[in-house]
C-alpha cells in the first residue's frame, strides 16, 4: 500500500487559496491546475528513463530521456478535467483518457457513463486525476474500469481527500500509488468532504 500526502509549502498554500469561498472560477481554475502540476512533479519521479545521445553546441553527450509507452492521464469527468493540463504542461506527449462516473444523490454510489482509453492501455503508466476523494465509491469504480481493459501501473491523484475515501480506495486497490495534496478531516452527513472546498466541478465550470 502506497499513499503520499504532499508536504510542499506551495502546495500547501495554492490548496488554502482554493477553500476560500471567495476565490472565483478563473483563480480557482488556474489553482487547480497549478496544484497538478506541483503533485505530478511529485507523483512522476520513478518515470523511467534511457539514455540517448545529443549534440550539443559543445559535443555530442550521452544524457537520459523518459522510456517506454508514454503516459496516460485519466481524468474523472467532470472535476478531474481541470487537473489534466498541469500533467500536460510536465509530460506534453501524454495520452488522455475519460472515465464518466456520477454519484446518486440518495445512495451516494457510482454510476458510469463514459469510459474511452488510450490504445495499448496495459503497456502505460496511468494517472487518474479527480479533484477530491470523498467517499471513494467513484476512485474505486475508476480503477475497476481501467483494471477491466487492462491496465496495471496505476497512480491516483487527488488535491483533497477524507480519511474515509483514502482506507476505501486503498482497501479496494492496494497495488496503486495514491497521491493527496491534503488530507481531510472528514465527511459530513452528505459525503462532502470537511472543511473542504464545495463542489471542485461547480466551481471549475461556473455552475451551480
Known amino acids: 500500500m502506497s499513499v503520499s500526502y504532499m ?23 488556474k489553482l487547480i491546475e497549478e496544484i497538478a502540476m506541483l503533485m505530478g512533479y511529485e507523483a512522476l519521479a520513478d518515470l523511467p528513463t534511457a539514455d540517448i545521445e ?21 481524468p ?37 457513463y463514459y469510459c474511452k482509453l488510450p490504445e495499448s492501455i496495459e503497456d502505460r503508466q496511468i494517472v487518474i486525476v479527480d479533484p477530491m476523494l470523498a467517499t471513494g465509491g467513484s476512485a474505486v469504480a475508476a480503477v475497476d474500469f481501467i483494471k477491466a481493459r487492462g491496465g496495471k501501473r496505476i497512480k491516483f491523484m487527488s488535491v483533497i481527500a477524507a480519511p474515509e475515501g483514502v482506507s476505501t480506495l486503498m482497501k479496494a486497490h492496494p497495488d496503486i500509488q495514491l497521491y493527496v495534496g491534503s488530507l ?3 465527511l459530513n452527513e452528505n459525503a462532502y468532504i470537511c472543511p473542504g472546498l464545495g463542489d471542485a466541478g461547480d466551481r471549475i465550470f461556473g455552475t451551480m
Open 7 to 29: 508536504t510542499h509549502p506551495l502546495i500547501k498554500h495554492k490548496i488554502t487559496l482554493l477553500r476560500k469561498q471567495s476565490t472565483g472560477t478563473n483563480e480557482f481554475r
Open 76 to 112: 474523472i469527468l467532470r472535476a478531474g478535467l481541470g487537473m489534466v493540463n498541469g500533467i500536460l504542461a510536465l509530460v506534453p506527449s501524454a495520452k488522455i483518457g475519460h472515465i464518466g462516473l456520477y454519484r446518486d444523490p440518495e445512495t451516494h454510489l457510482p454510476h458510469e
Open 54 to 74: 545529443v549534440t550539443t553546441p559543445i559535443e555530442k553527450t550521452i544524457q537520459p530521456v523518459i522510456n517506454g509507452k508514454k503516459l496516460a492521464v485519466v
Open 184 to 186: 481531510d478531516r472528514c
